[in-house]
């Protein structure tokens, strides 16, 4: 192919932002010409040239795209997981009261604002997503400040659930002692609550940038940071319980202020600028987005709380509980690679979108979805070859070995449908469809999946395992299959030129 054929055949595909290209106009914000459109170590742009490479070569390409965010997602999902877990453990060996304490704390407390903060700020994801792949970059520190202002009003609103959260737990009917423990372990664990204001913004801004590795870093330094403290707190300086709680707040903010460092001190020169009263112009907008964030994937965050608090509820439920947490302890540490692809998907269809390419959107989604399924499949023929063993890690019990046994089918499938789940959700984070999927969401697991557990739990006499499949093969299933038809069925030559104009609004006044 000459080289003017290969120009004209880029003039003539309707790529939005193509159209009011100038030659002569090589300034920062300006597209360049197509055949500099290339992926370079600095571009998110994926735009192919050359139609004759082949399918592999476009599979490598992208997939190198992809694992750039991935990689280091998952190592800084799975060094987060690990603070979390490493508290426990301290707590656990002071006693069990302690340990009931600080599992409250962290799991329900802790748990409930994680997943609303989190949501919340994945509205990032498709804001500075899309604004970096339309190279509108100093668009993307003020997109952080609105974050940060948000999430900041969220935490105050949020008081309440840690002040007052000794008589919520006594209302849900834990015991006295309990109760009163967790109320103080919920006071000291306050600065780590107003950390999520901040953290989570950071992190979204520079994985939007391709600068994940720089997340995945300071993940680890401050996971580090965090077990050296426990271990003074706890085993040198005797503190107790509050002493767990204390150093719990350490490691956040060592995320907190290494993401801030590296942006504020050079790492990002293009797109922080410093702070900006343009930070406070536009916030309704940015509140809908995240609202609706927040709501999608607190409705999937809380699913499968909802699991554990049906099961709880059955007779004799202390093997079967026994037996359901240490699946949910695997699919946990499991669901890091999922979650890792979340990001990967959302970030790299926000950029594409952004950039006013359509086929490179849903060429990143096809790369995405069928990479996290390959991996599912892996680990869920591991969990079927190995389910009479798998147990053992966590304990010795037989009649719990003995259920874990019976429950793994569903382990095995569980994690099949997280590898596809996360990752439509995902590209529709990427594409702006958040308030849609909370829709979907809010059908499929609470009008369907949660009655359809309940009627095989109870109803048909089918115990946990019931439960657990009526809202997996009800909820989980119907939402992904929902998720996959809209994902095949999107016009995403539309889809980028609606999010080309999205850039243009959410930028007004910028």
């Known amino acids: 192919m000459s080289r003017e054929n290969g120009s004209k055949k880029l003039d003539d595909q309707k790529v939005p932002l193509l159209k009011s290209y100038n030659p002569s106009n090589n300034e920062g914000d300006q597209f360049q010409s197509p055949k500099h459109l290339l992926h370079d170590s600095n571009n998110t742009l ?53 340990l009931a304490a600080i599992s409250i704390g962290c799991n329900v407390i802790v748990g409930f604002d994680f997943g609303l903060m989190l949501g919340m700020a994945s509205a990032l994801e498709t804001l500075c997503g899309q604004a970096y792949g339309a190279k509108k970059y100093h668009m993307l520190g003020i997109y952080m400040q609105r974050s940060w202002i948000v999430l900041f009003i969220c935490c105050i609103l949020l008081l309440p659930l840690y002040i007052f959260a000794s008589p919520m737990m006594k209302l849900l009917g834990q015991p006295d002692d309990v109760s009163e423990m967790a109320g103080v372990v919920a006071l000291w664990m306050l600065p780590l609550h107003f950390s999520f204001a901040f953290q989570f913004p950071l992190q979204r801004f520079l994985q939007c940038q391709l600068k ?38 350490f490691g956040w903010w060592v995320l907190v202020f290494g993401l801030f460092g590296y942006t504020a001190f050079g790492g990002c020169p293009l797109t922080w600028q410093g702070f900006s009263m343009e930070a406070f112009s536009g916030l309704w907008e940015f509140v809908k987005l995240s609202t609706a964030s927040g709501v999608m994937l607190c409705l999937e965050n809380w699913y499968y709380r909802v699991l554990i608090l049906m099961t709880g509820n059955l007779k004799n439920a202390e093997i079967a509980l026994d037996a359901l947490s240490i699946c949910m302890s695997i699919n946990g540490w499991e669901m890091m690679i999922p979650f890792a692809f979340f990001a990967g998907a959302g970030v790299r269809v926000s950029n594409e979108l952004g950039a006013g390419n359509g086929k490179g959107a849903k060429f990143a989604t096809a790369v995405a979805v069928l990479t996290s399924v390959a991996i599912g499949l892996c680990f869920w023929l591991l969990v079927l070859l190995f389910h ?69 739990g109870w109803t048909f006499k089918q115990g946990v395992m019931g439960i657990w499949a009526g809202m997996i093969f009800g909820g989980t299933a119907v939402q992904t299959v929902i998720l996959a038809i809209i994902t095949i069925r999107c016009d995403w030559e539309k889809e980028a030129q609606r999010a080309t104009f999205h850039v243009e609004k959410w930028g007004e006044g910028i």
């Open 388 to 456: 009479e063993n798998i147990a053992y890690i966590f304990s010795t019990s037989t009649p719990v070995i003995e259920e874990v046994k019976k429950l793994s089918i569903l382990l095995a499938f569980t994690i099949l449908l997280n590898s596809v789940q996360p990752v439509l959700s995902g590209v529709a984070v990427g594409s702006g469809w958040q308030s849609l999927v909370a829709y979907i969401n809010l059908g499929c697991y609470y009008l369907l999946g949660a009655p359809l557990g309940f009627l095989m």
């Open 46 to 98: 994926d735009y192919y040239e050359d139609n004759d490479d082949t399918l592999v070569r476009r599979v490598w390409v992208e997939s190198k795209k992809l694992w750039h965010v991935v990689g280091p997602s998952i190592i800084a999902r799975i060094a987060s997981y690990t603070m979390l877990v490493a508290t426990q453990a301290f707590a656990g060996h002071l006693g069990d009261l302690e």
């Open 212 to 249: 994940a590795n720089v997340v995945a870093w300071v993940s680890v330094v401050a996971l580090v940071v965090q077990l050296f403290v426990s271990w003074l707190f706890v085993s040198v300086f005797k503190c107790g319980i509050i002493g767990v709680a204390v150093t719990q707040n």
